[in-house]
């Protein structure tokens, strides 16, 4: 599943492509993971993208239809399209001389499209197309009202974006967990949105701390150097398109290079770049945890 670098580099890439796009038509044929809420397909005919943009792991597409004028708008539908891409998810936007494509690699991204894959076809009247592509049908796309309500409802409880929370805000979310495992928590979108698998990791590592300790446990400095940390590989990630372990490629169709930077994730069997520990992995609440058994010791 991709966490939020993967998001916000797809994101940026399509903001640049479809903002101010008309929209002309929806086809879909998974009915079952293609919620409408109060709206139908006329509802969507006509509507410009106004912006894509991101919170947590889900990406939103703002839509409005209606005129501006002296006043403010004039019989507007501002409206959000909702996609979560979850394990195999990808999203392709072409027109006649772009392309830019984020997500799973399988199918390859630089398959046409539409294929046997496509859910979603986004038809815009310039001649572009937005395709979502999802080999497992596990993503799912709803349509809502842009209000805040609306939109958290259909996404679900989510806790402070990752990159927004302040260490103060941060701090006092761990107290009210002192018995969680530190590793779990971080995941819980919850408590703070936009962590996974990778990223949790890394900034345990940055941090020193063990993925299995206490929050009771940790002392201040620790949870500053991990909220730094996080906050750390989050920007480098980003920076750096993403990660592309198994599964996510950039918004230009090429594997992201973070891993090349990663210190704990996927790097099993390596040697920790700090004392030459050979990284480990370990099932922790269902979850694979990576760290280095000598700078991150189980207090």
Known sequence: MPELPEVTVIVNSLNKKIKGLILES????????????????KDLKGVKVTSVDRKGKVVLIEVSKGTKGAKGTKGAKD????????LTGQLIYQDAKTRVAG???IPPLNLPSPNKTTRVIFAFTNGGHLYFNDLRKFGWVKIVSSNKYQVSSAIGELGPDALEISFREFSERLEKKPNARIKKLLMDQSFVSGVGNIYSDEGLWRAKIHPARSVASLSDAEVK???DGIQESL????????SSANSFVDSGGEKGLFLTFAKA?????????RCGTPIARKKMDGRSAHFCPS???LK
């Not at 929806?26 to 397909?41: A, H, L, M, Q, T």
């Not at 920007?235 to 993403?242: E, N, R, S, V």
């Open 103 to 105: 997500g799973h690699p």
């Open 79 to 86: 409206i959000t399209i909702l996609i979560h891409l979850k």
């Open 265 to 273: 994730y996927y790097m099993i069997g390596k040697p920790c770049s």
């Open 26 to 41: 929806v086809e879909y044929d998974w009915p079952r993971k293609f919620f409408w809420g109060n709206y139908s397909i």
């Open 225 to 227: 150097a991990l909220y």
């Open 295 to 297: 700078c991150q010791k």
């Open 235 to 242: 920007k480098l990630a980003i920076d750096k398109g993403g």
